[in-house]
């Protein structure tokens, strides 16, 4: 396991898919390096590409009323993706590049050691939580993998492009506000 400082330096000169050749930055993550709570999405789009910060798009500003529903701000949570690195038109990033990319997440896991991890849609569920995961029927169920209590929500784009998936939202927020409050130990 690389310390945080090397695994940056990595991640941000990394070559090991083609999405490198077609990227303007890496979007490493962002948040506490001791957040009890991590949100994991698919990866990049363009305003984060642009940006080098994740979820700073429409999605991003709905990810932050999503947040702020249950009194929580991107302060205190740490926010990145599968991969690193836009897909091209922002489509689904392809298995091998979520390979070439899911050890840099998997050290971020390591150093961060969240209690909470909500994978946002089902790319980052179907990684993470498992492979079969379907997000219409499995989002809000909760798993707990190696002592770290996980569960998917609507992506924040997916919801944007069909509200009616909100009153769900809602309630899977409720529930990660009352997992929040049964396991995590402070700053929320």
């Excluded at 079969?132 to 029927?137: A, L, M, P, Q, S």
């Excluded at 989002?139 to 492009?161: D, N, S, Y």
């Excluded at 509200?163 to 997992?179: F, G, H, I, N, V």
Aim: proline share 7%; charged share 30%; glycine share 8%.
């Amino acid at each position: 396991m690389k310390d945080w400082k090397s695994l940056y330096e990595e991640c941000m000169s990394c070559q090991k898919c083609p999405l490198w050749e077609t990227r303007h930055n890496v979007v490493f993550g962002e948040g506490p390096q001791n957040a009890e709570v991590m949100f994991i999405g698919e990866g990049p789009g363009e305003q984060e590409d642009l940006s080098g910060r994740p979820f700073v798009g429409r999605g991003g500003k709905f990810l932050d009323e999503m947040l702020a529903m249950i009194d929580l701000d991107r302060s205190k949570v740490f926010i990145g993706n599968m991969v690193k690195c836009r897909p091209p038109a922002n489509r689904d990033p392809l298995p091998a590049e979520q390979e070439a990319c899911i050890g840099y997440l998997r050290n971020q896991v390591a150093l961060i050691r969240p209690k909470i991890i909500v994978c946002l849609g089902r790319i980052a569920a179907m990684k993470l939580i498992r492979p079969d995961f379907k997000i219409t029927r499995d989002h809000g169920q909760w798993t707990k993998k190696a002592g770290v209590e996980m569960m998917a929500i609507f992506h924040p784009a997916a919801l944007l492009r069909d509200p009616r998936k909100r009153p769900e939202t809602y309630a899977d927020l409720k529930s990660l506000q009352a997992k929040i409050q049964e396991v995590c130990d402070h700053t929320y």
